[in-house]
């Protein structure tokens, strides 16, 4: 069966400091990968999404960034974290672009 | 522009029923996605619906009607459990998801 692994869970980080969260997916191939971000009240937005290795799109213009250095691997960095960058991570994936998402278990970023 | 509109919050009694409604304005449809999300825990899966109708699954339900630009979710036999935040979700014609900003449901006993 599929899982999908994020960590790390929380993050408590100064402004000013680098960031990285990684992601991965087992059991399956190819997957359509995604991080979103979600603020209390909001909802769910996506930051970056990929079809395949190497193969990033931003939806969003800002300090972050993401990779994909394995077909089943994706990673968020920023190499200076702003205090707007607070807020709780979802890595997910699905099959393919039509159908629904699985999510990892989300890391909550504190920038203080 | 797109949109999806739900309530904010919701209060229903144990045992009960209650419906979470959600429209939506998006460009091209590629159905509707519902999902259940307890505080600080990721989303899960609850229902899709793409044809109008409703879409039964247990205790919970999904409606669609695609010319109005509605959804709702029906939870029967309220639980404890079933406290949570509900996502509606659209998909529009680049299959990317415009989510609304979640309807948190509150059980009382």
């Known amino acids: 069966s599929q899982t999908i692994h994020q960590w790390p869970a929380t993050l408590v980080q100064p402004v000013g400091s680098p960031l990285s969260l990684e992601c991965t997916v087992e059991g399956t191939s190819n997957p359509n990968l995604y991080w979103y971000r979600q603020a209390a009240g909001r909802g769910l937005q996506l930051l970056f999404y990929s079809v395949g290795i190497g193969q990033i799109s931003s939806e969003v213009p800002q300090n972050l960034s993401a990779s994909r250095p394995q077909d089943r691997q994706f990673i968020l960095s920023s190499k200076k974290l702003l205090l707007s960058d607070s807020g709780f991570y979802l890595c997910?994936?699905?099959?393919?672009?039509?159908?629904?998402?699985?999510f990892g278990s989300g890391t909550q970023l504190s920038v203080l | 522009g797109q949109n999806i509109d739900q309530p904010t919050e919701m209060t229903a009694t144990e045992g009960a029923i209650v419906q979470i409604n959600c429209t939506y304005q998006t460009s091209g449809f590629n159905g509707l996605f519902w999902y259940q999300q307890h505080a600080g825990e990721a989303p899960t899966f609850l229902s899709y619906n793409v044809l109008d109708g409703l879409e039964e699954k247990g205790r919970f339900s999904s409606f669609l009607s695609r010319s109005k630009g509605y959804s709702y979710l029906l939870l029967k036999e309220l639980q404890m459990k079933d406290s949570a935040s509900y996502l509606c979700a659209a998909m529009d014609s680049n299959y990317q998801l415009i989510w609304g900003a979640g309807t948190k449901l509150i059980i009382k006993p």
């Open positions: 997910a994936w699905s099959p393919t672009e039509n159908e629904k998402l699985f």
